[in-house]
Each structure stands twice: as structure tokens, then as C-alpha cells.
Antibody
Framework: EVQLVESGGGLVKPGGSLRLSCTAS????????MTWVRQAPGRGLEWVGHVESRVDGGTTGYAAPVKGRFTISREDSKNTLFLQMNSLKSEDTAVYFC?????????????WGQGTRVTVSS | SYVLTQPPSVSVAPGETARVSCGANNIGSTGVHWYQQKPGQAPILVVYDDSDRPSGIPERFSGSSSENTATLIISRVEAGDEANYYCQVWDGSRDYPVLFGGGTKLTVL
């Protein structure tokens, strides 16, 4: 069974930094593309970014609002995905979900974690 | 800019068929995926590649797509289907390849 568990959320001041983690199990993490999606309070889903598997090049991609401030990385030996968030703004307040990208092929997000809450406030 | 347009809300009586639309220019040229999200829970994938169903998702969930509109179809709606539904596409030709629709709240009357 695929399991994704996010951690690292919390309260941070504007301009601060936070690193989120997503620990995976139940599938071949090394071969998986992974993504982060966030949801601001009372709002819809918003794609944050993704990382390819290393065998596919390991390239990352980011949404415009976070590009240059957020960095996605992975540590395959620990089945863990990371989201480094710098220069945080109040509008980054959201629940952050990690998800797998097309484990059986395709461009859908087929398994999701339960999310970790990030609050940016002074 | 490219936007996926969903109606904010859809209401349907139990046992009827609900249709949730997702509109965008030429959306029919790329696969559309649909997610169900209940309050306080993570989204789950209910339809992918326009009309395929992941294992464990009831056959009541299906989808279709035409040139400018994709549609999630929920047959024989049950009270437990009440949720927010989001469409999503991944278009690798764009600088920002992933897009979600704004979401549709399905209310079961």
C-alpha cells in the first residue's frame, strides 16, 4: 500500500524559512516522479512543483508564485521528498500535500499524503 | 493565460446523475484528471486520462472529454459523494505545466 507522510509544517514569520519532508513507502520511490500541491484556507488546490526521478533526469519544475523561493529535492536512499521554502510570505499559508505522479504511467497525481499545515504570520 | 473553468457548485438529488464540467481552450488535446476532496481530507483521484478509473473507485464515476470541455459524470449519486471536485491537466509544452480547476462543490440534496 502506498503511504506518504508529510512533516515539518508549523508557524513561521514572514521572510522566514521552513523545510517540509514527505516520507514514502509501499512503492519504488527511486523510480517515481513526485509533486507538491498546496491548499490555502478555504481555497482550491494549487500546484507548487515537481521533481522527476533521477533516472529520468531529476529535473524540477515550479509554479510561478514560488519559483526562486522554493526548492524541491529528494533523498532516494531514505525514500524522502523535501520542499525547502525560503522568503515565506503570508500568501504561502496553506496545507501542503505531497503526491505521486503517475505511478503506473500518466500525468495524474495518484496517491496523496494527508498534508502538513504551514502558517506564515508575524 | 490558460485557465481551467469549473462551475462553483452543482446540486443533484440522490439517485440522479451529476455532471461537473471543466472548460478550457482545446482541453480535449490533453488528458484530464479528476479529484474528489472531502472536508479535512486529502484529495483522491477518481478519474484519470479523461475517462479511466483507478482501482477501488466505483463504476458510478466516469468521464468524457470534447474539444473545449471535459466532464466528470457521477451516476446514481449517493450522499457520500458530496465533496469538492477538481479537474487537473499536465501540459509539458507550457512553462508551468500543471493546472487545477477552481473546484466544484457537489451538493446532494
Amino acid at each position: 500500500e502506498v503511504q506518504l507522510v508529510e512533516s515539518g509544517g508549523g508557524l513561521v514569520k514572514p521572510g522566514g524559512s521552513l523545510r517540509l519532508s514527505c516520507t514514502a513507502s509501499g512503492f519504488s520511490f527511486t523510480n517515481a516522479w513526485m509533486t507538491w500541491v498546496r491548499q490555502a484556507p478555504g481555497r482550491g488546490l494549487e500546484w507548487v512543483g515537481h521533481v522527476e526521478s533521477r533516472v529520468d533526469g531529476g529535473t524540477t519544475g515550479y509554479a510561478a508564485p514560488v519559483k526562486g523561493r522554493f526548492t524541491i529535492s529528494r533523498e532516494d536512499s531514505k525514500n524522502t521528498l523535501f520542499l525547502q521554502m525560503n522568503s515565506l510570505k503570508s500568501e504561502d499559508t496553506a496545507v501542503y500535500f505531497c503526491a505521486t505522479v503517475g505511478l503506473t504511467g500518466g500525468w495524474m497525481f495518484d496517491s496523496w499524503g494527508q498534508g502538513t499545515r504551514v502558517t506564515v504570520s508575524s | 493565460s490558460y485557465v481551467l473553468t469549473q462551475p462553483p457548485s452543482v446540486s443533484v438529488a440522490p439517485g440522479e446523475t451529476a455532471r461537473v464540467s471543466c472548460g478550457a481552450n482545446n482541453i480535449g488535446s490533453t488528458g484530464v484528471h479528476w479529484y474528489q476532496q472531502k472536508p479535512g481530507q486529502a484529495p483522491i483521484l477518481v478519474v484519470y486520462d479523461d475517462s479511466d478509473r483507478p482501482s477501488g473507485i466505483p463504476e458510478r464515476f466516469s468521464g468524457s472529454s470534447s474539444e473545449n470541455t471535459a466532464t466528470l459524470i457521477i451516476s446514481r449519486v449517493e450522499a457520500g459523494d458530496e465533496a469538492n471536485y477538481y479537474c487537473q491537466v499536465w501540459d509539458g509544452s507550457r512553462d508551468y505545466p500543471v493546472l487545477f480547476g477552481g473546484g466544484t462543490k457537489l451538493t446532494v440534496l
